[in-house]
């Protein structure tokens, strides 16, 4: 079992940066990918970016391209989500993710049913 913890959410204008951590626990060593998924009101979730153990790969949604960017810190078992030109269209609840299976092709961590665990997650609000 893996536990994923989310924090970092909160109320930021538009313009400016945010920066979310996922930590995990437990079965860490099993991990294979984690990723960041985002959820508005009235919207289905929806993937925001991933990245791969050993961080040589990383996959971002097209709408956060260029504007957010993800790292992982593995003595620290934490993932970072660094979101800058934030605009109200990225409110939402943002969910971290973790993955034990491996794969080559890296549009399959593009979707949720990939991902065995997930954190609680954490609100980020964008005022115009």
């Known amino acids: 079992q893996v536990q994923v913890i989310e924090s970092g959410g909160g109320l930021v204008q538009a313009g400016e940066s945010l920066r979310l951590s996922c930590t995990q626990s437990?079965?860490?060593?099993?991990?294979?990918?984690m990723g960041w998924f985002r959820q508005a009101p009235g919207k289905e979730r929806e993937f925001v970016a991933a990245i791969t153990r050993t961080g040589r790969n990383t996959y971002y949604a097209d709408s956060v391209k260029n504007r957010f960017t993800i790292s992982a810190d593995n003595d620290k078992n934490t993932v970072y989500l660094q979101m800058t030109s934030l605009t109200p269209e990225d409110t939402a609840v943002y969910y971290c993710?973790?993955?034990?299976?491996?794969?080559?092709?890296?549009?399959?961590?593009?979707?949720?049913?990939?991902?065995?665990?997930w954190g609680q997650g954490t609100l980020v609000t964008v005022s115009s």
């Open positions: 993710a973790a993955t034990s299976l491996n794969y080559k092709i890296g549009s399959y961590y593009q979707t949720s049913r990939t991902y065995s665990y």
């Open positions: 437990g079965r860490t060593f099993t991990t294979a990918a």
